[in-house]
């Protein structure tokens, strides 16, 4: 897509004008809400891990569903969203030390995404590495019966993915944002209740 259409496709965006109207630093505060609108999962825990973070607006509908929480946020770049509540690292969480961290999690959210090439299959074959990078630690972050809600670009490892957190969750689903693009491959997929 050319730039100049990507610039006039957002502007005409209606969940752009509405991110903008309510206060949320971009579109994607909504395809949270309608995730926790289905499964209720944010007011229900106290410590949350959000992966890829920048620039807030997961960390908006977080902090304003459930105050209470503890969120642990990550990003190579900025927040521009903070509120005493959240821990920012402005790290990749991929090779930081989870060790360091005081807590283990009770619901873990991953909105990262690499840097795009263009090329559909080569960039989801990116995030699949990224998301089974961090399927890789689930078990030594996490708290019993935890979530773990991820995007991902739908490609040929999603299958390979699901199964695998088949075996460590009691329930996995797909779910599609009216948010989301209808053109865009981007999916999520929602694991509940840890297996420990």
């Given at each position: 897509m050319k730039s100049k259409d990507w610039i006039n496709r957002h502007k005409n965006d209606f969940f752009v004008t509405k991110a903008l109207k309510e206060g949320y630093f971009s579109r994607a505060a909504f395809k949270l809400l309608e995730i926790d609108k289905k499964y209720k999962f944010i007011?229900?825990?106290k410590n949350i891990l959000e992966i890829g973070a920048a620039p807030g607006s997961w960390s908006q509908v977080v902090i304003k569903k459930n105050s209470n929480a503890n969120l642990y946020a990550f990003d190579?770049?900025?927040?521009?969203?903070?509120?005493?509540?959240?821990?920012?690292y402005k790290e990749d969480f991929l090779t930081f030390d989870y060790k360091k961290l005081?807590?283990?999690?009770?619901?873990?959210?991953?909105?990262?995404?690499?840097?795009?090439?263009?090329?559909?299959?080569?960039?989801?074959?990116?995030?699949?590495?990224m998301i089974f990078d961090?399927?890789?630690?689930?078990?030594?972050?996490?708290?019993p019966s935890s979530s773990f809600v991820f995007k991902i670009w739908k490609?040929?490892?999603?299958?390979d993915i699901v199964k695998l957190l088949k075996t460590m969750y009691k329930k996995v689903s797909y779910f599609k944002p009216k948010s989301s693009r209808g053109?865009?491959?981007?999916?999520?997929?929602?694991?509940?209740k840890l297996i420990l």
């Open positions: 007011e229900k825990s190579l770049l900025d927040m521009k969203f903070s509120h005493h509540k959240i821990k920012f005081p807590l283990n999690f009770d619901l873990i959210l991953s909105d990262i995404a690499p840097n795009t090439t263009g090329h559909q299959s080569t960039d989801h074959l990116r995030i699949a590495s961090i399927i890789s630690i689930l078990n030594k972050i996490s708290l490609g040929s490892e999603e299958t053109e865009s491959s981007e999916i999520f997929i929602v694991a509940e």
